[in-house]
């Protein structure tokens, strides 16, 4: 097989898990902390990851119906969240080959413009439409969704990197 | 299958599904098809009730934090708060007591001209109370999210009032919530009446001052309008009942170059920090309908350039 020198193989991911990483996101994003135009948006970080790790189980339709979620809990426009998913899961699935053969910094760093592109969409839809502007502050999300790509990558990848034949020396 | 995994199951070599670039093109015309339906022609309030139901025990979780937060904060707060918290609440009680006892006669002597005048009676408010669960998360939009719903018998356009003046009005409905967008919103414009002058006007929400605000709009500069002047709703409307309290005239520019002068408003209602609302019930269906048109006998048609 042909793949990175040096790393790991990993066990296949669950299903389970994967889903239950997006719930929680999910509920990360819906927690009450009212308009903060800088909060990065966790449930697209997760779904980028997924998108890039496992793109045979979530794809750009998964990443659209979330997208309407999001769009009906934060009662914006219907819709808008939606096509910031897609795009968003559209670059994730074009580039998913290629990334992961970089470290994770700089990783983090070729999926900052992919963050940059779904807020430039939403805010662009929204203004287009009339809304208010939210604020400089904005500009902030997606570096810190960049910031936050490492440790979504150990987090959700700390389950695949088992033994995968665990004795008593590597309980896990 | 992924980079660098023991997956056991290889993927499907030729039934691959549609590719990336035709599935971005769906669900983006799809998106775009559902922001059209949402924005022009207002027909995807069935989506959103469908995809809220299916949201609510995703919400209802995400809001436990928070509540057992307000909760335990509330059990910790300091007693001597307490007692000067019920301080203030007492001395707001005398101070509005002289009021409310003599609001019952006034109220008498209302009806009673009323009555000699021959004039229409006044229309009783009804009311919901509510509490505020969250300010919506959308930042280009100024909305709170209420608890109460049609469940609750929440009706589209409702004024929504706290205990200072009026909060905004309910946009959007759903089973056991509801949406209210702020009189600071852009998108708001409230009838109101100079309570000091008796001029009408009509008031815009105005998000981008400090905290938010209203804009009078269209009053000349020699308008008389003053700083301080209480706005209250006129009536004149059909939504909100007269005489709520809406904004204070905070600022006045009069330019030499406009006919018009700006006049900044600051919202009597907690727009940021209202907890507790009152829900009433549009007035429009209290109003009578306007009489049918009479038919007026016009003039005969006159002929054009028949002499000449």
């Known amino acids: 097989m042909i793949m990175p020198s040096g790393q790991q193989l990993l066990l296949p991911a669950n299903p389970f898990f994967i889903w239950t990483s997006l719930i929680i996101a999910l509920l990360l994003e819906m927690l009450p902390l009212g308009r903060v135009p800088w909060m990065p948006d966790f449930l697209a970080l997760v779904l980028v990851f997924w998108n890039v790790h496992q793109p045979q189980r979530v794809g750009i339709g998964l990443a659209f119906m979330f997208g309407l979620g999001m769009d009906v809990h934060q009662s914006a426009l219907l819709g808008q969240h939606a096509l910031a998913y897609t795009a968003l899961s559209f670059f994730a699935t074009m580039i998913h080959r290629r990334l992961l053969w970089f470290t994770v910094p700089s990783q983090a760093l070729q999926v900052l413009p992919m963050f940059a592109v779904a807020h430039g969409v939403e805010i662009i839809i929204r203004m287009s439409s009339g809304g208010i502007f939210p604020g400089w502050t904005l500009l902030l999300a997606p570096l810190a969704e960049s910031m936050l790509w490492p440790v979504v990558s150990v987090m959700l990848l700390a389950p695949q990197r088992r033994a995968p034949n665990p004795d008593e020396n590597r309980p896990l | ?308």
Not at chain 2, 18 to 23: G, M, V
């Open chain 2, 1 to 308: 299958m992924p980079l660098g995994t023991l997956d056991r199951t290889p993927p499907p070599f030729f039934r691959q599904g549609p590719s990336a670039l035709s599935k971005l093109m769906f669900f983006s015309a799809l998106a775009l098809f559902l922001m059209v339906a949402d924005m022009r022609f207002k027909v995807t309030q069935p989506i959103r009730a469908v995809v809220a139901t299916a949201l609510y025990p995703v919400q209802w979780l995400a809001l436990q934090p928070v509540r057992a937060a307000q909760y335990g904060g509330g059990y910790f707060t300091a007693l001597s708060q307490a007692k000067t918290s019920e301080e203030a609440a007492r001395q707001k009680l005398a101070a509005q007591s002289l009021r409310a006892g003599q609001v019952e006669q006034l109220a008498l002597e209302n009806a009673r001209l009323r009555k000699l005048l021959d004039l229409r009676e006044q229309k009783a408010i009804t009311g919901l109370a509510a509490q505020v669960l969250y300010d919506a998360p959308d930042p280009y939009t100024r909305k709170v999210i209420i608890d109460k719903g049609l469940a609750h018998g929440v009706e589209l356009a409702s004024p929504v009032v706290d205990e200072s003046g009026v909060l905004g009005q309910v946009t959007r409905v759903h089973a056991l919530v509801s949406e209210v967008t702020l009189v600071i919103d852009r998108d708001m414009a409230i009838p109101v009446l100079n309570a000091r002058t008796g001029a009408r006007s009509v008031a815009y929400g105005d998000p981008t001052a400090s905290g938010g605000g209203l804009e009078l709009r269209f009053m000349g500069s020699n308008s008389d309008v003053q700083q301080g002047d209480l706005l209250t709703t006129s009536g004149v409307d059909g939504v909100y009942p007269p005489g709520l309290p809406v904004a204070k005239i905070e600022r006045i520019e009069r330019r030499a170059e406009s006919a018009f002068a700006r006049i900044y408003c600051t919202p009597q209602a907690l727009v940021g920090a209202a907890l507790h609302v009152m829900v009433i019930k549009p007035v429009s269906g209290q109003i009578p309908l306007r009489p049918a048109d009479e038919p007026v006998a016009l003039p005969p048609p006159v002929k054009k350039g028949g002499s000449k």
